[in-house]
Each structure stands twice: as C-alpha cells, then as structure tokens.
C-alpha cells in the first residue's frame, strides 16, 4: 500500500526517534512552549553515489509526492555532493539528501562499499519506504573501522543503512524562541551536548541562515561479530532570514553544512 507524503514523514520520524535518544524530549520541551507544533525545517538523508542507492534512487518517492529538486552543492574535504528538494506546500520539510563520492576514497575502503551495496536487492530500493528501511547488508567491525578511518560519513552510512540522519526544528515557527542563541541555552541548561565545530551557531544573518545541532549520542549498533557503541543521529535547528523580496530563504550554506556534517563523528571527546 502507498503511504501519503505525511504517512512517509510520519514513519521517517518514528524510525529516526529510535536512533536519536534526545530528539524526543527535545521535541516535548518545544512543543510544551509552542501549543504542541513543532515545524520542521527540513530531513536530511545520507548515501553512497554508486548507481543502484544513489542521491536520484533515494529522492523518487520524495519527487513522486510532488517535491521538486532545488539546489545542490559540493563539499570537496568530506568528498559529498548534495542536493535538497523542496514541496510546493510550505509546511512540508525540505528533503537535504547528500551522497558520497565512493571513488574518491582509498581502493580498500571502495571493496568495502561496493561489496555492501551489491548486497542490496534491486527490488528493495524501488520501495517507498527504502528511505527508512534501515541497513540492508552485513558489515564487520573491521570494515566499520576501516571505513571510519577514512571517512566518518561512510561509517555512518555502513553502520545505520538508509535512514534519516537528522531532522530539523524550524526556528522560524517557535514562538518560544527566535533566536538561535537562546535556544542553544535552553539545550546547554538542560544538559544537552551540541555540535561545537566552527562555533555553536554555523552561518550568520548575513548568509540568511543559522543553523545548530546536538552532537549524536552513542548507540549499541550490532555487526556481524559483535556489538559497538558509536553515534546515532542528531537534531538540527535551522532559523532562516528574509531575502532583498521578503521570502524566507529555503537554501542551505556549504560551509555552515559542512561543520554539520560533524555531528556524527566518532572522534570528538564527549564533555
Ligand atoms: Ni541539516
């Protein structure tokens, strides 16, 4: 059966919920303060570019609901391209979907993700719901490892599969709180961990964006041979500024993405 557009974002929040132990009670605390509505700015999705899960595979049932393909950009260091669509209804998140440029990495870790994707049935990734359907290949912890030590958003992909990576409190919609400062405060007092790298807030009115994130907590992932704690997901929070014709800006800025991109590194001493 074919789930509606708000059906899909529904189950992409349910499944992102388990991975992600803060995102909840954040949400409850915002909601608590704005009458139970929580917008959000937009869903970010993560995959490698090889042809059968690339960036256009994982967009179909996004562009199918009637999103349509905004802008892209490139983020040469972490070797990503992205690209986010957008739906005509406005209170419909934005779709950030990134993927990894697979060639560039060193030929070992290349083995490694081709030998997962070609694990993946052709006839899963037409699914609907393959956007959230999790990892759908075997991986050791040696590979893990071999992966994260050349790219963190590689590791990620292996370990968790295809699920959104992060969601995205829209600033622009609270009422409690409209300014990006005092609502990391409000995280900081209450005992959340955020993504520091390049300052709490990446981006300035000046760009038309501010955006902050938690930093993902530790989760028990299992492997094939055993079991690691390592980073989940995390929660965004995106405030936009009105261009020289009065509309909000919808785009993304590459250099405040690319210190988002962090927040599921394993490396980073936890406080
Ligand atoms: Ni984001």
């Given at each position: 059966m074919k789930l509606t557009i708000q059906q899909l974002l529904a189950a992409m929040w349910q499944d992102y919920l388990a991975l992600t132990p803060d995102a909840k009670p954040i949400h409850q605390l915002f909601a608590r303060q704005n009458q139970g509505v929580v917008v959000n700015d937009h869903i970010a999705l993560r995959t490698f570019?090889?042809?059968?899960?690339a960036l256009d595979k994982i967009a179909r049932p996004f562009l199918a609901a009637g999103y349509q393909s905004a802008d892209d950009y490139q983020f040469p260091a972490k070797k990503l391209y992205a690209r986010y669509f957008q739906h005509p209804d406005e209170t419909l998140p934005k779709v950030f979907i990134s993927e990894l440029k697979?060639?560039?990495?060193p030929d070992n870790c290349q083995k490694i993700i081709h030998d997962l994707v070609a694990q993946v049935p052709e006839s899963t990734v037409d699914e609907q719901t393959f956007c959230y359907s999790g990892r759908p290949w075997r991986l050791s912890i040696d590979q893990y490892q071999t992966l994260a030590a050349q790219s963190e958003y590689a590791a990620w992909v292996a370990a968790?599969?295809?699920?959104?990576n992060h969601f995205t409190v829209s600033i622009n919609h609270l009422r409690s709180h409209q300014d990006i400062h005092s609502l990391n405060q409000l995280l900081l007092d209450n005992g959340y961990t955020l993504n520091?790298?390049?300052?709490?807030?990446?981006?300035?009115p000046a760009v038309l964006l501010e955006q902050s994130s938690t930093l993902a907590r530790k989760i028990d992932v299992s492997f094939d041979d055993g079991v690691l704690t390592i980073p989940g997901c995390y929660y965004e929070f995106a405030r936009r500024y009105p261009m020289a014709d009065g509309r909000l800006y919808q785009g993304f800025v590459a250099s405040s993405a690319d210190k988002i991109?962090?927040?599921?590194?394993?490396?980073r001493p936890v406080p």
């Amino acid at each position: 059966m074919k789930l509606t557009i708000q059906q899909l974002l529904a189950a992409m929040w349910q499944d992102y919920l388990a991975l992600t132990p803060d995102a909840k009670p954040i949400h409850q605390l915002f909601a608590r303060q704005n009458q139970g509505v929580v917008v959000n700015d937009h869903i970010a999705l993560r995959t490698f570019n090889l042809d059968k899960v690339a960036l256009d595979k994982i967009a179909r049932p996004f562009l199918a609901a009637g999103y349509q393909s905004a802008d892209d950009y490139q983020f040469p260091a972490k070797k990503l391209y992205a690209r986010y669509f957008q739906h005509p209804d406005e209170t419909l998140p934005k779709v950030f979907i990134s993927e990894l440029k697979v060639a560039e990495l060193p030929d070992n870790c290349q083995k490694i993700i081709h030998d997962l994707v070609a694990q993946v049935p052709e006839s899963t990734v037409d699914e609907q719901t393959f956007c959230y359907s999790g990892r759908p290949w075997r991986l050791s912890i040696d590979q893990y490892q071999t992966l994260a030590a050349q790219s963190e958003y590689a590791a990620w992909v292996a370990a968790h599969g295809f699920r959104p990576n992060h969601f995205t409190v829209s600033i622009n919609h609270l009422r409690s709180h409209q300014d990006i400062h005092s609502l990391n405060q409000l995280l900081l007092d209450n005992g959340y961990t955020l993504n520091s790298s390049g300052g709490l807030v990446k981006g300035s009115p000046a760009v038309l964006l501010e955006q902050s994130s938690t930093l993902a907590r530790k989760i028990d992932v299992s492997f094939d041979d055993g079991v690691l704690t390592i980073p989940g997901c995390y929660y965004e929070f995106a405030r936009r500024y009105p261009m020289a014709d009065g509309r909000l800006y919808q785009g993304f800025v590459a250099s405040s993405a690319d210190k988002i991109f962090e927040s599921t590194d394993t490396g980073r001493p936890v406080p």
